[in-house]
């Protein structure tokens, strides 16, 4: 499971202050030094991990916890609490398009989990009754188009393609064809590439210019851990995402991508990608997510 090792080691820390009892503010500053250990070994980004325990430090050695009955427990809400608004707070939605449908471009690498999520988001808006529709605008791999007809199928959503047309064309009539058919979102799964390069951006750039996009997510790969976040930040400044998949949460993920991305990107995670099934996404809690980590 992810963020095992990151739960083991600040339930560690956590325990020893507990074996306390009232605690000084050098007892504070120790568990402090544990946790912020604990986060650089989960792989979360130095300077996220250096301010986050500067802000539960401060909260920590207030008088109202020093002085309370039961201090260390105090200690593990504020960082609970601080956990929960370093990833972004409260759960955030798709964005709402003025007129229908919502467009949603889905871009990351390859190998991130696009096309499957792309088919993941389309499923759980089926089930909510909405009409979703995919498109296939990732032109340079037929077994791309091919992988999207297969899941789309599976989904029992309905796949626009065009075969190794223009992307960007094929985006516009996506949606032209949405307005027609009645679907109220359009899930544009776009081409992915090993590394970021100008072509990949700018081609991902006209379509946005194209659609536009009421959201554009970015799929990241948390097992890629920091890597994933300098990903994440290259996209952002590139292409002003609204907003995270982090997928493959089921694996042995060590935390780093989950807990850094929101600060560094200041865009929210908005689901997270947890199995190879199509039913295996769940919206971003934060809070659920922080007393995971806390266990
Ligand atoms: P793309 O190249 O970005 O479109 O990536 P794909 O959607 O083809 O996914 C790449 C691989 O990752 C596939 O084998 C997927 O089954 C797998 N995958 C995607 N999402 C998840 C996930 O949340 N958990 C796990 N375990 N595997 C996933």
Known sequence: MAFENLSEKLSAAFKRLRSKGKLNESDVKEAMREVRLALLEADVNYKVAKDF???????????????????????????????????????TRLNSPSSPPAVVLFCGLQGS????????????????????????????????????????????????????????????????????YGNDFVLIDTAGRLQIDEALMDELRRIKEAVPPTDILLVVDAMTGQEAVNVAKSFHELLDITGVVLTKLDGDARGGAALSVRAVTGRPIKFAGIGEKLSDLEVFHPDRMASRILG
């Open 53 to 91: 325990v500067a802000k539960v430090s401060e909260r920590a050695v207030g008088n109202e916890v020093m002085e309370s009955l039961t201090p260390a427990q105090m200690v593990i809400k504020i960082v609970n609490e601080e956990l929960t608004a370093l990833m972004g707070g409260g759960e």
């Open 113 to 180: 989990g696009k096309t499957t999520h792309a088919a993941k988001l389309a499923l759980m808006l089926k089930n909510q009754g909405h009409r979703p529709l995919l498109v296939a605008c990732d032109v340079y791999r037929p077994a791309a188009i091919q992988q999207l007809q297969v899941l789309g199928s599976q989904a029992g959503v309905p796949v626009f393609e065009q075969g190794a047309g223009d992307p960007v064309k094929i985006s516009r009539e996506a949606v032209k064809h949405a307005k027609d």
